[in-house]
């Protein structure tokens, strides 16, 4: 664990945090500790994540799909992503939170993505950003980290070239693609980058990249040879409406909790035993009897 570290800022008790950083994540690669990393996309499960101990927290750009119900994740803007990165900030102490950076943010020009880039630093808190795309992003790469901004790559099956692909499909499944995206990963370090996901592909390419990498990969979808994990929240928690991919593993069905505490909350007001009386404001005796005798007072008083 890194030794920079800061004071809570909303407890008042002064406890010290221990706050992840991009060495944290390179000291964990060199000791062959495993990084975990979540997608978070509000204030309060930024919290719930972030509480847990999780060491980075991914704005993705897949709140596109999960929170707002688009059928890919290109349609997402720029201020929706910084609206979200921004309510996850104020939930994190502890985790790198790394934005998203969404399609069309950074496609158009260099000069572009780093003045959006910029935006989610200085607007949204976040301590990095992540790209989608291979060895075309090197210059992008390169320019961020001069303006100090640390990048997130990402490579493999990227969503926001999902026309591209022809569909979610995994990458790198033939010698020419496995070799072009171990190329990509080489390049995208030597450019700057801090991190590179690795998203649909053999475990074995996974395996082979992380291996020739100095900085830490995260993996989805890619095997358990990463030197870290990335999931979607919503589909660890079954929120996500749709038959996950062979790759999630669901660790609790939100859905059916969520379904449960619903169906009674209608149940009870439908009975009328929600509120009850614990759950009730009261007056005191005095006014309630003044109130019964004397209506009108009782507008007057309403009214003050
Ligand atoms: O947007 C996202 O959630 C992502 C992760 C799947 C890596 O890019």
């Known amino acids: 664990m890194s030794i920079t570290s800061f004071r809570s800022a909303n407890s008042g008790v002064q406890t010290v945090t221990p706050k992840v ?19 978070a996309y509000d204030y309060a499960t930024a919290r719930l994540v972030d509480e847990a101990g ?64 910029m935006r989610f630093i200085k607007e949204a808190g976040a301590a990095a950003v992540k790209i989608e795309g291979g060895a075309s992003r090197c ?22 070239a999902v026309h591209r692909m022809g569909g979610y499909k ?47 990969t995260i993996g989805i979808g890619a095997g358990p040879d990463c030197d870290g994990q990335i999931l979607v929240f919503h589909d660890l928690v079954n929120l996500s409406f749709s038959r996950p991919a062979k790759f999630v593993r669901q660790y609790a069905d939100a859905a059916a909790l969520f379904r449960t505490a619903i169906g009674n909350y209608i149940h009870d007001v439908e009975q009328r035993s929600f509120p009850e009386e614990s759950e009730s404001y009261h ?12 209506p009108l007072k009782a507008h007057l008083l309403r009214k003050a």
């Not at 080489?186 to 291996?211: K, N, Q, W």
């Open 21 to 39: 950083t991009f060495q944290t994540l390179q000291e964990k690669k060199q000791a062959g500790r495993p990084i975990t990393a979540l997608t």
């Open 54 to 117: 999780v060491d980075l927290i991914l704005v993705g750009d897949s709140l596109a799909m999960v929170v707002m119900g688009h059928e890919s994740t290109l349609p997402v803007t720029m201020d929706e992503m910084l609206h979200h990165t921004r309510a996850v900030r104020r939930g994190v102490n502890h985790a790198i939170v790394v934005a998203d950076m969404p399609y069309g943010s950074y496609h158009g020009s260099v000069a572009a993505g780093v003045a959006n880039a």
């Open 139 to 160: 210059e992008l790469v390169q320019r961020l980290s001069e303006a100090e901004i640390p990048v997130v790559c990402h490579v493999g099956l990227t969503p926001q």
């Open 170 to 216: 995994v990458q790198g499944k033939t010698l020419a693609s496995a070799e072009e995206l171990t190329r990509d990963a080489r390049m995208l370090e030597a450019a700057g980058a801090s991190v590179i996901v690795l998203e649909g592909m053999p475990r074995e390419l996974a395996s082979i990249i992380t291996s020739q990498l100095r900085i830490p």
């Open 283 to 294: 007056l005191s005796k005095e006014v309630t009897d003044a109130l019964k005798v004397a």
